[in-house]
């Protein structure tokens, strides 16, 4: 069940960093109230995976590390933005590093 908490609260902060560009520098109310609380929903969420037994740091290595590689490709395919060799190779040191994190913690 750990896991669920956790997989949702990387979608829901996904979600929420995802519409960020849209708050124009957190100066339209309502895009900036849907993403406070995007990333309200998403802690409380993280929070709850670390209650029900995961370790706080793979939890939060997972959440940081997967929601970070998934902005990077929906802003490549939605937002136009380049998706350049430099960005591929260190989006796959951070997702390689969740993997070594994820298996030491779980010893």
Do not use: D
Request: no cysteine; glycine share 12%; proline share 3%.
């Amino acid at each position: 069940m750990p896991y669920v908490f956790l997989i949702v609260a990387i979608l829901v902060e996904v979600v929420g960093t995802s519409r960020l560009k849209s708050t124009e520098g957190l100066t339209h109310l309502w895009p900036t109230v849907a993403g406070l609380a995007s990333w309200g929903v998403s802690f409380v969420l993280l929070s709850l995976a670390i209650h029900r037994g995961m370790q706080v740091s793979v939890s939060y290595a997972l959440w940081s590390g997967l929601g970070t590689a998934l902005i990077v490709v929906i802003g490549a395919l939605f937002l136009h933005e380049p998706l350049t060799a430099a960005k591929a190779i260190g989006i796959a040191l951070v997702v390689a590093g969740v993997i070594v994190l994820n298996f030491g913690g779980a010893h």
